[in-house]
C-alpha cells in the first residue's frame, strides 16, 4: 500500500525541526535523510497506518536527541533498520 501515500508528505524543513542552536538544517537534512532510508525498507504491501506510524516514530524517538548531531549517519541508519524491525514486529503481531 506504499504506492498510496508519498516519501514527500514525511519530509521536514527546518522550521518544523525547532530549535537546534543553529544546527536546523543539519538536523532536518539528516533526518530526511533517515526517512527516505526507512522508507527503501517498509514493504510495498505495508498498510499506510503501520507506515504512518513506523516513520512518524522515527521523529518522536529521535526528538531533542542528540544523536542527530552526533552520531555517525551509519549508527543512525543501523537504529532505523532496528527500529523498523522492532516496530514492523509489534505493529503485526
Not at 11 to 25: K, N, R
Not at 59 to 71: F, S, V
Request: proline share 1%; glycine share 4%.
Amino acid at each position: 500500500m506504499k504506492d498510496l501515500l508519498n516519501v514527500q508528505d514525511y519530509l521536514f524543513s527546518t522550521a518544523d525541526v525547532g530549535d537546534w542552536e543553529g544546527e536546523e538544517e543539519h538536523v532536518a537534512e539528516t533526518l530526511n535523510e533517515l526517512i527516505h532510508f526507512a522508507w527503501q525498507q517498509l514493504p510495498d504491501d505495508l498498510e499506510c497506518e503501520i507506515i504512518d506510524n513506523v516513520i512518524n516514530g522515527i521523529w518522536e524517538h529521535l526528538r531533542g536527541d542528540l544523536a542527530l548531531l552526533e552520531a555517525e549517519f551509519e549508527e543512525l541508519t543501523d537504529w532505523v533498520t532496528h527500529y523498523i524491525q522492532s516496530s514492523l514486529d509489534e505493529q503485526i503481531s
